[in-house]
């Protein structure tokens, strides 16, 4: 069984850039997925990536302002987030799939989640 870490939010300002690391035990065999929620809002993917060739997904609303990767000796996956937006205000969760193929559109099927942090960007 994965467990799932998201040690650090916080609170910043819009424009300026924050990297989320979510530390997964046995990382080398799940893929991963990073997802939000703000409140009144569904939980919406953000970015994932892949296990076996660590290809990656990007959410519309983030592509070209994002960055998923993975280092498995640190059993550790980063989103790097550039140029924050308030929009961006949300708890952002990183969760875990045996699949290779990590659907970014469907988190109800991942099997393991991180507690979730909070990020709040101030315009």
């Known amino acids: 069984q994965v467990q799932l870490v998201e040690p650090v939010g916080g609170l910043v300002q819009s424009g300026v850039s924050l990297r989320l690391s979510c530390l997964a035990s046995?990382?080398?065999?799940?893929?991963i997925g990073w997802f939000r929620q703000a409140p009144g809002k569904e939980r919406e993917g953000v970015s994932c990536?892949?296990?076996?060739?660590?290809?990656?997904d990007y959410a519309d609303s983030v592509k070209g302002r994002v960055t998923i990767s993975r280092d498995n000796a640190k059993s550790t996956v980063y989103l790097q987030m550039n140029s924050l937006k308030p929009e961006d205000t949300a708890v952002y969760y990183c969760?875990?799939?045996?699949?290779?193929?990590?659907?970014?559109?469907?988190?109800?099927?991942?099997?393991?989640w991180g507690q979730g942090i909070q990020v709040d960007v101030s315009s």
């Open positions: 969760a875990a799939i045996r699949s290779n193929w990590p659907p970014l559109n469907d988190p109800c099927v991942y099997e393991y």
């Open positions: 046995g990382l080398y065999d799940y893929s």
């Open positions: 990536i892949s296990k076996m060739d660590a290809g990656t």
